[in-house]
């Protein structure tokens, strides 16, 4: 495995995998300007601008056009699972879900942005100093939640159950889960046992959305890497150091969708270039696409075959 992570490893929003909370903020703040965004992010370049990383503040708030530093199948795929996740927890707490966990949450904006309905109580989980930045910084912007929001500052590698029920998080009541851009970040068995997780914290009726790629033929993690390695330099030659191969885990794992399937879930999935075609943004082309194609997969546990 090509990586430099290691057991209990941290960071915050400029470094290893904190910083690509920021990268996908930069994306959002991209596609938010454009012609037709699907989705409105707000904060997302503000939140870029403070956390500082001068290549990524200038492409997040159009400084600097992405041209050959963010492609647009990057600026699409930000638009579709950014709206997919949207979707998501609008649809079940708008049919009664009163309880949100966002796993991972990084520099995700949702708890100040979406219209919520009223009683809505939105958990955040991710890294302490993520938590504690975003809180600080949108706090120090004047933003307001538009639901009760809590945070469980934790690594999600340790006890996070512990700190989410410390945080008031009630297993009797039926939840949402999101687990959105994480999974490849977190070790095989350690993905595994977050997956268990939700689903033992779940009660009957609560639904998860997340994304589910299927294990790589051969070949293709190493186009992938090369990718990734292309991106990186091009970044760097702008004066962003950053090792983008060295942050996530490649090779095997169990997928999530049939993990969760195994698991009791029933769930819809539906792949990028399917979603990019349903929001009637322009077709990916064959090499479009980095990795293989991930699905996006939401669904409902039901418990009696659990
Ligand atoms: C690609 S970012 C995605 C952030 C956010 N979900 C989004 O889509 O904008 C990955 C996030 O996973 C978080 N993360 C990865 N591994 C983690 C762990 N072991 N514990 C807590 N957070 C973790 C990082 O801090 C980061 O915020």
Partial sequence: MTSTRYEGDDWDLASSVGATATMAAMTRAIATRTDRPLIDDPFAALLVQ???????????????????LVEQVAID??????????????????????????LASGLDSRAYRLAWPSGTVVYEIDQPQVIEFKTRTLAGLGA????????AAVDLRDDWPAALRTAGFDPALPSAW???GLLGYLPPEAQDRLLDTITELSAPGSRVATESRPNPRPGE???????LDGISERWRAHGFDTDMTRLRYFGERNEAAPYLADHGWALNAI???DLI????????????LRMSDLLYVSGTLDKTTN
């Fill in 50 to 68: 403070a956390v500082g990383i001068d290549l990524l503040t200038r492409l997040a708030t159009g400084e600097l056009p992405p041209d050959g």
């Fill in 77 to 102: 795929g930000a638009k579709v699972r950014t709206k997919f996740y949207d979707d998501f927890f609008l649809n079940a707490t708008s049919a009664g879900i009163t309880q949100v966990v966002i």
């Fill in 144 to 151: 307001a939640p538009t639901a009760e929001r809590r945070v």
């Fill in 178 to 180: 999101s687990a959105e």
């Fill in 221 to 227: 993690e190493e186009k992938t890497k090369k990718g």
């Fill in 271 to 273: 792949s990028t270039r």
């Fill in 277 to 288: 075609v349903a929001n009637d943004l322009s077709p990916l082309k064959d090499d479009d």
